[in-house]
C-alpha cells in the first residue's frame, strides 16, 4: 500500500515535444505529491509539486495533473527540450515524513 | 542558495568494515532523512530524524545502520558492518518544519567490495 507505481520506465520525446509520466498510488494518507528531476551524478532536485485537494499545478512548461478519485497524478513537460533530459521521479510524502518515490522515467529528449 | 552537502562523494570499503557518511544539512532545517538508490532503482526511504532522535525508519534500516547527529552542523550515517548489497546512492535529506519539500545531498557513492 506505500507503494507509488510510475510508468513508463523510459521515454523518448522530439524537442519541442510534450512529454508524459504518469503515477499511481494506493494509500490515501499520502498528503503531498512531488516531483524530482535527477542528472547523472546528481541528488534528486525538486520540481514541482501538488497537493490532493487540487487538480492541476502549472510552473512554467511544467504541469502536474491530478486525479484523486483515480489516485493517479501526472507530469507534463511542455516544448520539451534536450536539457531536460534526465530521470524524473513522482513522490508521494506520508504524513510520518517519508518520501515514497516511483520507480523513475529516463526521458531523453532528442534534437 | 543553501544546499545539502555531502561527502566523501564516493566511498571504496572492504566487506565487513564499518562506514560512516556525513552531511551537513540547510542551517534553518530540523528534520533529516537518509535515502539510499541502489543502481538502476528507485530511491528509498532509509530513516528520519528529528530532535535528535529517530522519527520514522524502514525495514532497511535494521541493526547494522545508525544515525547520529555529533554537533549543530552534522548528520552522519554508519553502517557497522559492510555487506556488499549497500553498495548504492546513498543521499542526505533536511527540511525545514512545517513545510513538506525535502532538499537532497548530491549523494555519497558506496562501493563495498
Known amino acids: 500500500q506505500q507503494q507509488v507505481k510510475q510508468s513508463p520506465q523510459s521515454l523518448i520525446v522530439q524537442k519541442g515535444g510534450i512529454s508524459i509520466i504518469n503515477c499511481a498510488y494506493e494509500?490515501?494518507?499520502?498528503?503531498?505529491f512531488p516531483w524530482y528531476q535527477q542528472f547523472p551524478g546528481k541528488g534528486p532536485a525538486l520540481l514541482i509539486a501538488?497537493?490532493?485537494?487540487?487538480s492541476e499545478k502549472k510552473e512554467g512548461r511544467f504541469t502536474i495533473s491530478f486525479n484523486k478519485s483515480a489516485k493517479q497524478f501526472s507530469l507534463h513537460i511542455m516544448d520539451s527540450q534536450p536539457g531536460d533530459s534526465a530521470t524524473y521521479f513522482c513522490?508521494?510524502?506520508?504524513?510520518?515524513?517519508?518520501?515514497?518515490f516511483g520507480g523513475g522515467t529516463r526521458l531523453m529528449v532528442k534534437p | 542558495e543553501p544546499e545539502v552537502t555531502q561527502t566523501p562523494s564516493h566511498q571504496v570499503t572492504q566487506m565487513g568494515q564499518e562506514v560512516i557518511l556525513r552531511c551537513v544539512p540547510i542551517?534553518?532545517?530540523?528534520?533529516f532523512y537518509w535515502y539510499r538508490q541502489i543502481l538502476g532503482q528507485k530511491v528509498e526511504f532509509l530513516v528520519s530524524?528529528?530532535?535528535?532522535?529517530?522519527?520514522?525508519k524502514s525495514e532497511i534500516f535494521d541493526d547494522q545502520f545508525s544515525v547520529e547527529r555529533p554537533d549543530g552542523s552534522n548528520f552522519t550515517l554508519k553502517i557497522r558492518s559492510t555487506k556488499l548489497e549497500d553498495s548504492a546512492m546513498y543521499f542526505c535529506?533536511?527540511?525545514?518544519?512545517?513545510?513538506?519539500?525535502?532538499?537532497f545531498g548530491a549523494g555519497t557513492r558506496l562501493s563495498v567490495l
Open positions: 513522490a508521494a510524502h506520508h504524513a510520518g515524513n517519508m518520501l515514497t
Open positions: 501538488i497537493r490532493p485537494d487540487v
Open positions: 542551517s534553518n532545517h530540523l528534520y
Open positions: 535529506a533536511s527540511k525545514r518544519i512545517a513545510k513538506n519539500i525535502q532538499y
Open positions: 530524524f528529528y530532535n535528535n532522535e529517530i522519527s520514522e
Open positions: 494509500n490515501t494518507a499520502f498528503d503531498y
